[in-house]
Structure formats: C-alpha cells, structure tokens
C-alpha cells in the first residue's frame, strides 16, 4: 500500500447539464506534504477539492483521502480532516468565543477553544461577534474552526484572502507548523507568493487539466530565465559571443537594453561575463534572472489556451545560428 494521504487518479467532475469542469487529473500528497492547486479562475480547482472533501462524487477517476473514499466512507474521513471554506457563515450575532464552542461541540475530540483561537490570533476577540469582525479575522475564525478537530488532513480554500500583509505571513508560518507537524495541506490559492512560500508541490490547473507540476523549482525550471544589460557604448549586438553558442534562444534590443532568454542561464551568464572581461566592457544594468512563478503560471496558462505550438518571447526574436548578424538596430 502507498503511503500518500492524499490520491486522485484520472480524476473527472461533470455538472448538471454535461459540462466537464475537472477532465482527468491526477496528483497526491504524502503525510506532511503542503500541495498546492493554482489556476485562472473556473480551472476546476473548488470543483476538485469538494471532491476530496466529500461533498461530491466523481464522474469518473478515483479520490482517497486516508486511504478511504471521502464521499462513499464519509464517516471514516470526516472526523479526520478539517475544511476551511471560501466563506464559513458562521451565524452573525454569536460572539467569535461562542461559535467557536458551537463548533467544537460538533467536532469530535476537539481542541480546547482557546488554544485555538489564541493559535489564529483571535484570543483577545472572543467576545467580539461574528459580524464586527473585520474581513481578515473572519477568514482567521474558520481556519480556527478547520483546526479545532486537529486534523490530520487540511484543505485551505484561498485562506489568506482579505488578509493584510501581516495577517498572511502570520497564517502561513502557522500553516507551516502545522505541516511540520504531519498535518497534510491541500491549499487553493490566487497567491503565487503563497505558493511560492507554502509548497512542497504544486499543480497548475487550466480548464481542468493540470498544465504544469511539481515542486515549485521544477515548474520554474520549464520557464525561459532571461538576462538584461546595456550594450557598451561603441558595441553592436553582433560583437557580442554567438548568441545560440551561448544556449540564448531569443533576444531583443529595446535602445540600448539587450534582453536576452534562455534555458541555460548559468552558461549564457557566464559566457557573458567571461566576454566582458576579455573585452574590457562593463556590461551596465546586469539583470541575471529565473522565470518567477508568476511568470511561469502566467506563460504556461497563455500556452495551454494557444494549445502549446510554440514557445515566443514577450516580442523577442529567435537568434539565429551562424555569424553574429542580428536584426541589428543602430547603435550609436
Ligand atoms: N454547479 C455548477 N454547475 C455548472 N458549472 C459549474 C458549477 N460550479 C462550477 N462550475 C463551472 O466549473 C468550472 C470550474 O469551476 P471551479 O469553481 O471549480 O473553478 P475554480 O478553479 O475554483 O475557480 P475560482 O478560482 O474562480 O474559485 C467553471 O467553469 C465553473 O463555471
């Protein structure tokens, strides 16, 4: 038997009226794993996480959630994981002390109350009710409600939205505890930072497949890193090394500002600079970077809609072997 906590195979989620809004996706998540769902909106995440929470039925593939099937074995998942949803709603005129009470005597083996909320930061507004809350610490009353079963499995839909700056890092260094304490997370999020911050993996889903996966320097490493500096003065594009020599695969001069892309960065960086030197040339401006996650998330959602024919450059021209003749633009 495996030891993932979380496995979906193949799986696929059909609405009323036949539209397919998870198309065979699979992916899992091993004990103390934080994996984490990206997408444009309507990628089908929801969709996917109400399945491993239960609340509905694939129409095609296989969930375990703790080795069960969370919809047809509810009772042997459910005491088991916590939920935090997009919106709790959580009766308004109950202070956040008593809902937190309310909610506990539903939980089985429930956490006491006020290390709960004093965990989310709410302690010192236990008699505050719901409804004077702020946007932020509602979202931080249902994560405390998600936790008070002290699950062993998490699902965190968007938990940081309406969150100041602070309020966010405050949840994911919680989040990480938590983690590090065994507890399995599935996060949804519209954050790439948090992702980027939070996750052991991640999937990318677009129109319910999963586009791109893996760790967050895999997904990364897919995506073009680029170079940027201005050409010296006197230099032309063509003096530089051969551009393909150096594994660059586009380029483009915008006045004086050579961007270059490429999927060796360490190699095309280093030829550069061993140029430079040989050349006697400051290269003024130098901006050596890897394709964030944002840049990665928005490339590959741009090439799964275009249906992947090819890999362009914001602009950029693809370099061309042989000479160092360029489409050359004057310089002075
Ligand atoms: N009850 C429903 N009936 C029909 N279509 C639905 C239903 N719920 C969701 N959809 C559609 O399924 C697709 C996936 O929706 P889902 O809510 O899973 O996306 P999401 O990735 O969670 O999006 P968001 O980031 O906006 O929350 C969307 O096209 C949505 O319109």
Not at 69 to 86: F, K, S, T
Not at 251 to 261: S, W
Request: net charge negative.
């Amino acid at each position: 038997m495996t030891d993932q906590v979380i496995e979906v195979t193949d799986l696929r989620r059909r609405y009323t009226g036949g539209f397919e809004a998870v198309r065979g996706i699979s992916f899992t998540a091993g004990r103390g794993e934080l994996f984490a769902l990206l997408g444009t909106n309507g990628a089908g995440k929801t969709s996917t996480v109400e399945i491993l929470e239960g609340l509905a039925e694939p129409a095609a593939g296989t969930v375990r959630v703790l080795g069960h099937d969370p919809y047809r074995e509810r009772d042997a998942v459910r005491p088991r994981i916590g939920v935090m949803l997009q919106e709790g709603g959580f009766p308004s005129e109950l202070t956040v002390h008593e809902t937190a009470r309310m909610w506990a005597g539903c939980t089985s083996g429930a956490r006491p109350v006020g290390e709960t909320l004093e965990a989310v930061g709410l302690a010192a507004r236990g008699g505050v009710r719901v409804k004077q809350l702020s946007g932020g610490e509602k979202r931080r009353l249902d994560l405390a409600m998600a936790l008070l079963g002290d699950p062993e499995v998490l699902f965190l839909d968007e938990p940081t939205t309406g969150l100041d700056a602070e309020g966010r890092r405050e949840t994911w260094d919680l989040v990480r505890g938590l983690r590090d304490r065994g507890t399995t997370v599935l996060l949804t999020t519209h954050y790439l930072e948090e992702a980027e911050n939070l996750a052991d993996r991640l999937a990318i889903l677009h129109e319910g497949r999963i586009a791109a996966a893996g760790t967050v320097t895999d997904v990364v490493a897919s995506q073009p890193s680029h170079i940027s500096f201005d050409l010296p003065d006197g230099y032309h594009l063509g003096d530089l090394p051969p551009l393909p020599a150096l594994g660059v695969t586009g380029h483009e001069l915008r006045g004086r500002t050579v961007r270059l892309r490429t999927d060796a960065l360490q190699h095309a960086a280093t030829g550069l600079l061993v140029w430079a030197r040989e050349t006697g040339v400051e290269l003024r401006g130098l901006d050596v970077r890897a394709a964030s996650l944002e840049e990665a998330f928005l490339r590959i959602a741009q090439e799964a809609t275009r249906g992947h024919e090819e890999r362009p450059g914001s602009g950029a021209t693809a370099a061309r072997p042989g000479r160092n003749t360029y489409d050359e633009e004057k310089v002075a």
